[in-house]
């Protein structure tokens, strides 16, 4: 099994509607990470967590919520999609510090039409 | 705002040949530096880590860090088609959070 797993992979919503992605990791670290990739701007950091208690905003976090169910678990919500949200989406892991790197998850795809 | 710099390409190279890929940074007080290969549609994989000036040599790849010129760099020595791919640079300072340049895409042609 991959050490961080993202459902779905694949998903096309309508725009207005909520859509959550999850993200689950068996590395056993507290530090998750939600980022989004657009072809020519990288990845931007959209939520972090530390810990189950506490969670940050990135530097694009408008239109998006988080919640950390667990150690092992970080999900993101997008409240009322919309077609600029259409974008690759990674969840990532790290242990504390990052100074060893990110673990990142496979990515979900998300189409907003 | 701290920024991480990288040409974004095509660096087009023949097989066998040396890649260079080149990374700038603005924070002086950057500790940590990863470079991250990625496949079209894939997600970032870490290759290389390096924390202090100098060379750190990993098989086919070398990371070089130069913090007084603010500078870090890949070489990918006897490239391969395989090789062929985006490479993004990132860079952590004292906020524990990486700070992700837009990536080079590297070219590795038979």
């Known amino acids: 099994d991959a050490d961080v797993t993202q459902t779905p992979r694949n998903r096309i919503t309508k725009t207005g509607k909520r859509i959550m992605l999850e993200c689950s990791q068996t590395?056993?670290?507290?530090?998750m990470y939600w980022y989004r990739q657009d072809p020519g701007l990288g990845l931007r950091l959209i939520y972090y967590?530390?810990?189950?208690?506490?969670?940050n905003k990135g530097e694009i976090s408008d239109g998006y919520s988080v919640s950390r169910q667990a150690q092992a678990k970080f999900s993101l919500s997008l409240e009322s999609a919309i077609p600029n949200q259409t974008a690759l989406y990674f969840c990532?892991?790290?242990?504390?510090?990052?100074?060893?790197?990110?673990?990142f998850g496979s990515g979900t795809r998300l189409t907003v039409v | 705002q701290k920024e991480v710099e990288q040409n974004s390409g095509p660096l087009s190279v023949p097989e066998g040949a040396i890649a260079s890929l080149n990374c700038t940074y603005s924070?002086?007080?950057?500790?940590?530096f990863f470079w991250y290969r990625q496949y079209s549609g894939k997600s970032p994989e870490l290759i290389m880590s390096?924390?202090?000036?100098g060379d750190k040599e990993d098989g086919r790849f070398t990371a070089q860090l130069n913090k007084a010129s603010q500078y870090v760099s890949l070489l990918i020595r006897d490239s391969q088609p395989s090789d062929s791919a985006t490479y993004l640079c990132?860079?952590?300072?004292?906020?524990?959070?990486?700070?992700f340049g837009r990536g080079t895409s590297l070219i590795v042609h038979p």
């Open positions: 990532a892991t790290s242990g504390d510090r990052g100074d060893y790197g990110y673990t």
């Open positions: 990132a860079v952590r300072g004292g906020s524990y959070i990486p700070t």
């Open positions: 390096i924390y202090s000036n």
């Open positions: 967590s530390f810990d189950v208690k506490d969670i």
């Open positions: 924070d002086r007080g950057s500790q940590s």
């Open positions: 590395k056993g670290h507290d530090r």
